[in-house]
């Protein structure tokens, strides 16, 4: 029995299933949705779609180099609950992903699913409905991002905060210059810069930002000569706070972090440039799960 696109349409409404899903289960079934159905149920995926519904939010952010720190990869895998993203299992499973990213360098994370998995003949996607199945919480690759050239990664709490930083040196792989860079990434996890440096600071944003500021010091009776200075000066603090290269070194106040790297730099005889970076923070914007425990009582009781 032949089937249409109307008939896949049909069964991915019917399912949550994917589109691939659902052409090979009416396949195997000869067009029959019934029998489709089942298929899909005795493969464990419409059990999988049920579970792709609920809230993932927890989860892991995490980042990891190659052997020679020449390219690396921060990665979100979100989970339902955070006593599974402290499973091994899982927490292979998002290593592996980010090692897929490394070596393939997907464009994006529909990419990342279609490819085979470093160490495995499953693809991702493959992989993915694996563990959904056994660990029981629906699982989310969420986003990721890829850097080539020296790459230093930090991870925090366990994976509440991944952190990548991209430099321009000469010192890779030495241990000071590694050290360097955790520290670093260390100083983004903890102070979370929005930008690298000034020049990269939106002039849209800087624009906003300087009106505000001007409204707040004629409110304050400043006469208007001196409140483009006074805005300017406030806007070197906007920088300060906000700006990876110019924020204050946590480790040493008396430095900025560009300092900090230029210090490193010269007592190793090279240079240690800050090129790019990305922070991720496991769960950031997402609806997090409410939990009715009084409904849940309830509905016990019944």
């Known amino acids: 029995m032949a089937f249409?696109?109307?008939?896949?349409?049909?069964?991915?409404?019917?399912?949550?299933?994917?589109?691939?899903?659902c052409?090979?289960?009416?396949?195997?079934?000869?067009?029959?949705?019934?029998a489709a159905i089942d298929f899909l149920r005795e493969q464990g995926l419409a059990k999988q779609a049920?579970?792709?519904?609920?809230?993932?939010?927890?989860?892991?952010?995490?980042?990891?180099?190659?052997?020679?720190?020449?390219?690396?990869?921060?990665?979100?895998?979100?989970?339902?609950?955070?006593?599974v993203a402290k499973n091994a299992d899982f927490c292979a499973f998002v290593e592996t992903c980010a090692k897929t990213v490394?070596?393939?360098?997907?464009a994006d994370v529909e990419a990342l699913l279609n490819c085979k998995a470093v160490g495995s003949d499953m693809t991702i996607a493959?992989?993915?409905?694996?563990?959904?199945?056994?660990?029981?919480?629906?699982?989310?690759?969420?986003?990721?991002?890829?850097?080539?050239?020296?790459?230093?990664?930090?991870?925090?709490?366990?994976?509440?905060?991944?952190?990548?930083?991209?430099?321009?040196?000469?010192?890779?792989?030495k241990d000071e210059f590694i050290a360097c860079g955790k520290d670093i990434g260390m100083q983004i996890a903890a102070m979370n810069p929005l930008y690298l440096n000034k020049d990269r600071v939106p002039a849209d944003v800087l624009e906003h930002e300087k009106k505000i500021l001007t409204?707040?010091?004629?409110?304050?009776g400043k006469p208007a000569?001196?409140?483009?200075?006074?805005?300017?000066g406030k806007i070197g603090k906007y920088y300060k706070e906000n700006?990876?290269?110019?924020?204050?070194?946590?480790?040493?106040?008396?430095?900025?972090?560009?300092?900090?790297?230029?210090?490193?730099?010269?007592?190793?005889?090279?240079?240690i440039e800050i090129v790019d970076f990305v922070r991720f923070e496991k769960g950031e914007g997402l609806e997090k799960r409410q939990d009715d425990f009084a409904a849940e009582v309830a509905s016990m009781v019944k």
């Open 215 to 220: 409204e707040q010091v004629m409110n304050e």
């Open 50 to 83: 049920k579970k792709a519904g609920r809230i993932a939010a927890e989860g892991v952010a995490f980042a990891l180099t190659n052997d020679d720190a020449t390219v690396g990869c921060v990665i979100e895998v979100n989970s339902e609950t955070d006593f």
């Open 4 to 21: 249409t696109a109307q008939d896949v349409k049909l069964l991915r409404e019917k399912t949550g299933c994917g589109m691939m899903d």
């Open 102 to 106: 490394i070596e393939n360098n997907p």
């Open 243 to 271: 700006c990876l290269v110019d924020q204050a070194f946590v480790k040493n106040g008396d430095l900025n972090v560009k300092q900090y790297a230029d210090e490193v730099a010269k007592k190793l005889g090279g240079k």
């Open 225 to 232: 000569a001196i409140a483009e200075k006074i805005v300017m």
């Open 23 to 34: 052409k090979k289960a009416l396949t195997e079934a000869n067009g029959d949705m019934d």
């Open 126 to 173: 493959e992989m993915l409905q694996e563990k959904v199945l056994t660990i029981g919480e629906n699982i989310q690759i969420r986003r990721f991002v890829r850097y080539e050239g020296a790459v230093v990664t930090y991870v925090h709490a366990g994976g509440k905060i991944g952190v990548m930083v991209n430099f321009d040196t000469d010192l890779n792989g």
